[in-house]
């Protein structure tokens, strides 16, 4: 089973695209999101009505729903949607595509926040089209200056480095640096794969956002 969490305003597409490129099973459920008061009522219920003919059209036994988010109060619209991902069903998976900014902005705060829990990021281009999978980074993120350090050496590399590369050039354990990359990759800021009987390590899009971040406190 999969929800599908996303906006909608006033273009179905921005929604229908994303779903089908993932595909909709029986028992599947659409989520869409709208503000708690509406501008144009009659535009959104025609939007909502399209994505309910085509779907239906598709695949009958598709569950619908509307969730009526507070746009006017950001940390309230956050944790309305928070709510909306933690006590979805099944695969999560988060469409940041279309809908008002005053959703889709706290939509993709708390997809980001519940990176783990979220199966999949999807985002329909206005520009060609195409539906693309985003790489969430790990906002909850947190280690120790020492295992930092070491993250900040292999984003440096701008590659892949190696576990003895590591030890000479912080002068470390291989026990300590293999402890520090198990943390990382633990909390999606590193990946690291055998190549032979050397461990090779690279830095995610994560990894360089939390090391960013952290060198802006």
Do not use: W
Not at 71 to 98: F, H, K, M, Q, R
Not at 183 to 198: C, N, P, Y
Request: glycine share 6%; charged share 25%.
């Amino acid at each position: 089973m999969r929800t599908y969490v996303s906006p909608i305003g006033y273009n179905s597409t921005s929604v229908v695209r994303p779903v089908l490129s993932r595909g909709v099973d029986p028992g599947d459920e659409i989520c869409l999101l709208r503000p708690n008061e509406e501008s144009d009522e009659q535009r959104a219920t025609e939007a909502i009505e399209d994505i309910k003919r085509l779907l239906n059209e598709i695949e009958p036994d598709v569950t619908l729903t509307l969730k009526r988010i507070t746009y006017d109060d950001y940390p309230t619209a956050v944790l309305e949607c928070s709510d909306i991902i933690t006590d979805a069903n099944g695969d999560v998976i988060v469409n940041l595509s279309g809908g008002a900014r005053d959703i889709l902005v706290p939509l993709t705060t708390a997809s980001f926040v519940h990176s783990e829990q979220t199966n999949a990021t999807l985002s329909f281009s206005d520009i060609d089209g195409s539906v693309r999978e985003l790489e969430s980074p790990a906002m909850t993120a947190s280690v120790p200056d020492n295992v930092a350090s070491t993250l900040a050496m292999i984003v440096d590399q701008n590659e892949c480095v190696s576990v003895p590369t590591l030890t000479e050039e912080l002068d470390r354990s291989k026990s300590s640096i293999t402890r520090h990359i198990s943390s990382l990759e633990e909390q999606g800021l590193v990946q690291a794969e055998k190549h032979g009987r050397t461990k090779i390590v690279q830095s995610t899009f994560a990894g360089e956002l939390y090391l960013r971040g952290r060198g802006s406190q």
